[in-house]
């Protein structure tokens, strides 16, 4: 069984940077791809960015030029470091791990790091 933890989460005022964490149990490496999601009060989640395991990366547009997404294959870690952030930002944030296998597709998820922009 996969676990996956995040951390770094708080409150910032707009402008300000945060750095998140996505530890997992099990080697990174193993992960066809690793997201980021977000969900902020009475929306859907959505795709905020993803890295896969050739380290290409992926954004949405409203965050393309403030995110960046990383990984540490050594220490089975991927951070995302956003930085000016924006009060349409607010949201808990889920790290989201994807396996594709000849059996299937697995996915696994955290338990999300809440993230608040205000002043």
């Known amino acids: 069984q996969v676990h996956l933890v995040e951390s770094g989460g708080g409150l910032v005022q707009p402008g300000g940077s945060l750095r998140l964490s996505c530890s997992s149990s099990?080697?990174?490496?193993?992960?066809?791809?690793i997201s980021w999601y977000r969900q902020a009060p009475r929306k859907e989640r959505e795709l905020v960015a993803s890295i896969t395991r050739s380290e290409i990366t992926g954004y949405r547009d409203s965050v393309k030029g403030r995110f960046t997404v990383s990984r540490d294959n050594a220490t089975n870690t991927v951070i995302l470091q956003m930085n000016s952030l924006k009060p349409e930002d607010t949201a808990v944030y889920y790290c989201?791990?994807?396996?594709?296998?000849?059996?299937?597709?697995?996915?696994?998820w955290g338990q999300g790091t809440q993230v608040t922009v205000s002043s």
């Open positions: 989201n791990a994807l396996r594709v296998t000849d059996s299937g597709l697995s996915d696994y």
């Open positions: 099990g080697s990174i490496f193993s992960f066809n791809a």
